[in-house]
């Protein structure tokens, strides 16, 4: 099952390559199709309670190096794996609508990233896992640098310059991460047979020497990946230049490879240095929060407004793993599929603007709602979504991050708090000066059509079918994220584990029906 | 059928009729979309009565039930249910809630005709209710968030109704980023809870905290003032008040509902629901009384000198929820929900009348221009002189019994309470002199040019409608009423809501008059069970002589207007230019927006405009900039050997971490 679904899209984009010109569109739309029922079947027979890998599959690969073939989903990448597989139909659908300049090429490109970002979600190996997180970025510097846009003007990029900064990012992290990998297997063999298998790491601890520089070079390809604030210098230009088909799934679930990287590696692999730099990973988690609201608010380009809460969502998100508490970690896979499903519809918003305004600057728009209520009221959605309103999956997502956060530092929680007022400002900004207020002088505006409608109206039912139910998501992501955090809580003295304790846990130790291993 | 199932039903059909009129806009002919909307509001109502009467079956003590759906978010040892909690203050509410908003679908039916934007009105005001409700019904901390939150963008949304009309848009961001800041304020104390008591849900909350708080503990306390933020910015009390003046750029009707008789009683609920934590921390109980002290005073005072007909109006509001929350925090519970009630009455009519006027007025509101409407609209006029007549406690009228009520209580606790009874009154005198200023000022004297015009020809004025604060000719493709606006005297949906209001409004106050009956304290009183507040109660004496001095207030204040606006009009202006400063101040709203634009805005611009220009131009790009420069220096040695940039440099990378990789290995083994 999870091969079938990781080679799925590739699968596909090849057959694409034998197909005409005109036709290749619809193919790849087939294919990420097929690929989103497969997800579906996977996620329909998924055993809730569990938190042990399932659709496992494990073939020795490179037996030299010790590198598996192995994959595997649970309650942290299920949900992943859907979001991944529900977006790319969107961003396919999107382009397929469109004319496309060689399209063969296009289309490859995308059914290649998606496979690759399958890849890096079902990895249950740290080289297969480092492969594919590498692979994943190739069909997407191609994608931005061949189909993006040059922007002229002050601060104006070519769309190749704008790529090559966001290489220049993203292969410092990639290479120190494959650096990273390959000592975490050596040192953990320690002499003995060499594994890269995460399920045999897991059972070898490192010592707190290497775990300490190990966890860096992790934590900075994962941190460019999102990006955190001062490793997001690549993201404004990269997301002013790329199309927005491709900006659709690259921003939708791209980032939250990175916060998964943290879940799935360095707090089970690195557990002592996780608690040791928990704190230097909050404030550089709250900084993105501050900042990246702080700048939202400040910008006229749709493209960077929600590029720039896309910095401050992936900060809370980084919040929520770092407060090292259950429910913290469990509102941050909720929020990450949240923001996945909030963000692809608002780069499709992003696209319909720019159609029928001929412009992405907000101060350029206006009153677009009195032609398109329905897009407005799709667009209210999602806008409401963005800024967690109580009553959004949202909303819940960071409820639990950030009462994680406060049952472990709660100074940290006030100070992440105040991005939620700023949140509300930003995105309610971002509807009222496009679809509100007076419209300028010769701006057009039009309904959203059809074809359109079949890509925004399913995803804007996933936000609320979600906000209705958020417990679909947490019930299955639950037991695999206890596994985890209690992994990185097994070395803390009894008495901080018992402080951190709920009230029924604590009345269980203290009846002696649950105990403390030290 | 049991409580709870009524409850579930109450929330349904406001929801119903919300979606059912949003997604049917195209389809639905306007009349249709008006009567779903009004009809699901009367169910709800009906749904309400329906739960009122099988709470009245059961034994006083066992007047509360929990029911909840499914589990909305419930791992890791957090317990969030969809669930809601009925009690008699709850049922209180929602028949408040429900009975008053049926009255103002019914007036919107006839008022908004002409607006383009009927459906879409409709379906928010619906949603308004609807979220209203789940508030006062939610059973856990976290659905009163989600329920306070979605009362905060219904109000958005009706404030910024006309969304083309850049005052209102402005008005409508300002009303819910401080709603916001409200929430944050409640999801914070939420925190808090459950950190202490490892719950969300009210039952276990309020049963637990007794036993796990110490009085005056720092934590009850913290709890409590968290609360109160989220109180006072919903409520309207300083210093998150502003919103609540600039709100009035939405259509009348929303007035009404929002910001006289749902939305803004919702602080005054949330004291009276978490009446257990407040009576834990006697500290922030008492600011809470003096906030809404504060509040009530200088409101009172704005609205002694604002010429804008509704603002003032909106004062009015502000001023007397800061008499309920003065009310239910010194633990007068029963009067203070008392007062909430007839408030709503009174107020919503007052707004209704309000509305009439300004229709004939082609939206202006400013009252330096309207006189002789007593002539041209007698129903409106009529009507608008009760709801005056209650606001100012005119004896007999329903305001006169809640308004004593709260006072006398205060003075009955004794002590420092005695404080909020004397200026109490104080407020109360205000109240009579600026409710029959409006009046005053509005009704009687020489007809004017559109007072005139309705009682020659008999239609109302049909000027282009401009925007009063900017000059701005107003969109009216998005739903502003045009040309042809609706009065009461013409419309008979209209005259019946405001009818019904102003019979209340005068005689709803007999249901609780002292030592004759007490239907709202007895109903009331399973709520506050072993409160040692609640058990306080103001001797009959004392009762009689509060309602004895508030009658000479209302009638001293009547007494004051009359002669300030009728038999000598050239005296506010003296006295204007006597008290300048004071006017000033009062007049410029006590410079609150000043402050908060000086202490907040321009801090969050400046540095909006800081990390944008200077900060992220020359560190986070001078980072990447930097290394670029450094890698192109370095490449040009490189060049030699291979060509292209980033091959070069991926080459050197590569390299250069093998090798770092080579030593930390043979390091560490």
Known sequence: MSSAILWAPLAFGLLGLFLPQKAVGWWAVLGTAVTLGLAIVAAVGFDTGSSAMQYAVDEPWISGLGVDYSLGIDGLNLFLILLTAVLWVGGVAFAAFREQERAKSFFFLMLVAETATLGAFLAQDLLLFVLFFDLMLVPFYFLFGAWGHDRSGEGGITASAATLKMIVYTLIGSLLMLVAAIATAVLAADGGHLTFSLAALNEHGLGEGSQRWIFWFFAAAFLVKMPAFMLHGWMPDAYRAAPLPALIVFSGVLAKVGAYGFLRVVLPLFPDATVEFQEVILMIALASILYGSVMAFTQTNVRLIAGYSSVAQLGFITAGIFALQADGSDGAVLQMVNHGLVVAPLFVVVALLLERTGTEDISEMGGLALRAPVLAALFLIVVLATLAMPGSANFIGEFYILNGLFEAKIVFAFVAISGVAMSAYYALRLYQQTMHNRKPEGLLSREIGLRDGLILVPLVLCIVGLALYPQVVLERTAPSVAQTVAKVRQNEPPESRLASMSLEEKAEVESGALKIVP | ?669
């Not at chain 2, 059912?20 to 195209?26: A, P």
């Not at chain 2, 929820?321 to 007839?342: D, E, K, P, R």
């Open chain 2, 1 to 669: 059928m049991s409580a709870t199932a009524w409850a579930w039903l109450v929330l349904l059909f406001p929801l119903l009729g919300s979606i059912v009129i949003g997604v049917g806009f195209h389809a639905l002919p306007q009349k249709v979309a008006g009567i779903i909307g009004t009809v699901s509001i009367a169910l709800a109502f009906a749904c309400g009565i329906g739960a009122l009467l099988s709470l009245l079956g059961e034994d006083p003590e066992a007047r509360h039930h929990a029911s909840s759906l499914w589990d909305y978010a419930s791992v890791a040892g957090l317990d969030i249910k969809l669930g809601i909690f009925v009690d008699p203050l709850s049922v209180f509410m929602v028949l408040i809630v429900t009975g008053v908003s049926t009255l103002i679908h019914l007036y919107s039916y006839g008022y908004m005709q002409s607006d383009e934007g009927y459906h879409r009105f409709f379906s928010y005001l619906n949603f308004f209710v609807f979220s209203m409700l789940l508030l006062v019904l939610a059973g856990n901390f976290v659905l009163l968030t989600v329920g306070w939150a979605f009362v905060g963008f219904a109000s958005y949304a009706l404030i910024s109704f006309w969304y083309r009309r850049e005052t209102a848009t402005r008005a409508g961001m300002k009303a819910f980023v401080i709603n916001v800041v409200g929430d944050i304020g409640l999801v914070l104390a939420a925190f808090l809870i459950f950190r202490e008591l490892g719950s969300f849900d009210y039952g276990t909350v309020f049963e637990k905290a007794p036993e796990v708080f110490t009085t005056n503990e720092w934590t009850i306390t913290a709890i409590c003032l968290l609360l109160l933020v989220g109180a006072f910015a919903k409520s309207a009390q300083l210093p998150l008040h502003t919103w609540l003046p600039d709100a009035m750029e939405g259509p009348t009707p929303v007035s009404s509902l929002i910001h006289a008789a749902t939305m803004v009683t919702a602080g005054v609920y949330l004291i009276a629901r978490t009446h257990v934590l407040f009576e834990l921390a006697p500290t922030a109980a008492d600011i809470a009384a003096f906030v809404g002290l504060a509040t009530l005073l200088v409101a009172a005072t704005m609205a002694l000198v604002m010429t804008d007909l509704k603002r003032a109006i909106a004062y009015s509001t502000m001023s007397q929820i800061g008499y309920m929350i003065m009310g239910v925090s010194i633990g007068a519970y029963s009067a203070g929900m008392f007062h909430l009630m007839t408030h709503a009455f009174f107020k919503a009519l007052l707004f209704m009348a309000a509305g009439s006027i300004i229709a004939a007025m082609a939206n202006d509101q400013n009252i330096d221009r309207m006189s002789g409407f007593g002539k041209a609209m007698r129903f409106t006029s009529i009507t608008f002189v009760c709801g005056a007549l209650a606001l100012a406690a005119f004896p007999g009228t329903s305001g006169f019994f809640s308004k004593d009520e709260i006072l006398a209580f205060a003075e009955a606790r004794g002590g420092m309470y005695l404080i909020f009874t004397v200026l109490g009154y104080v407020g109360a005198l205000m109240t009579a002199i600026y409710s029959f200023r409006l009046v005053f000022r509005v009704l009687p004297g020489r007809p004017c040019k559109e007072a005139q015009e309705l009682i020659d020809t008999g239609h109302v004025a049909h000027e282009a409608p401009k925007n009063p604060a900017t000059g701005e000719p107003e969109d009216t493709d998005v739903g502003f009423p045009g040309p042809e606006h609706h009065i009461a005297e013409q419309s008979l949906p209209m005259r019946v809501a405001m009818g019904v209001l102003a019979v209340l409004a005068l005689v709803g106050g007999l249901i609780q008059i002292p030592g004759v009956d007490d239907v709202v304290t007895k109903f009331l009183d399973p709520v506050w069970e072993g409160s040692p507040l609640a058990a306080i109660e103001p001797t009959l004496g004392e009762d009689y002589t509060g309602l004895g001095i508030g009658g000479v207030i209302a009638l001293l204040g009547i007494g004051i207007a009359y002669v300030l606006y009728v038999r000598r009009p050239e005296l506010p202006r003296r006295l204007e230019q006597r008290l300048r400063p004071l006017h000033t101040l009062f007049a410029n709203k006590w410079y609150f927006d000043e402050a908060i634009d000086f202490l907040v805005v321009r801090p969050a611009l400046a540095i909006g405009r800081f990390a944008n220009r200077t900060f992220e131009r020359f560190v986070v790009d001078g980072l990447v900039n930097g290394t670029a420069e450094t890698v192109r220096g370095a490449g040009g040695v490189v060049r030699a050997v291979q060509s292209g940039f980033v091959r070069s440099y991926a080459l050197l990378l590569i390299a250069g971490f093998a090798g770092l990789a080579l030593y930390f290995l043979l390091s560490s083994s």
